[in-house]
């Protein structure tokens, strides 16, 4: 596998993925503020892509500070774990708050198939953090990678398919 190439891919469709939302909300915004859902969508979308920008960028940063260590995917998990867990913090909260305003366009099924997801990639981060198997560690902080660029990916679609009866501006 060619680590590197595919952590430069990462960065790239974050950046991609990020680009094209906020070009998606320019286009469909009316003139005033943005409304509370797409300040929340576009939270949730940046909050992701840049997350999974920054953390691809990690290890190299890493090679560069010559950062030795027995596992050194141990401190790019330890900063995914810690970036995850205040991103479902964050989101958990924003969502209810989201879900009383806009009933409409909440769906539980997906909110619930995309928190599991957040609580296995942070089991599996854990995993790498305290070395509970042999390999697979640069591997395991690649899934969980990929896992915030499909949640985007989600919510990006959400963003272009579902839409609130009414936008109140707030």
Request: glycine letters at 6%; aromatic letters at 14%; hydrophobic letters at 55%.
């Amino acid at each position: 596998m060619n680590l590197p190439g595919a952590l430069q891919t990462i960065a790239e469709v974050s950046i991609g993925l990020a680009g094209f939302s906020g070009l998606l909300v320019a286009l469909r915004k009316s003139s005033g503020p943005l409304s509370s859902v797409h300040k929340y969508r576009m939270r949730v979308l940046f909050a992701l892509t840049f997350g999974a920008l920054f953390l691809s960028l990690m290890p190299e940063v890493l090679l560069a500070l010559e950062i030795s260590n027995s596992n050194p995917w141990a401190y790019c998990s330890l900063a995914m774990l810690v970036y995850s867990a205040g991103f479902l913090y964050w989101w958990i909260a924003s969502s209810r708050r989201i879900a009383q305003m806009y009933p409409e366009i909440f769906h539980w099924r997906a909110f619930s198939i995309m928190s599991a997801g957040h609580v296995l990639n942070l089991i599996l981060q854990s995993v790498v953090i305290f070395s509970l198997i042999d390999s697979g560690y640069a591997g395991i902080f690649l899934v969980g990678l990929i896992w915030y660029l499909m949640h985007a990916s989600q919510q990006f679609i959400r963003m272009l398919f579902i839409q609130p009866d009414e936008l109140p501006n707030a």
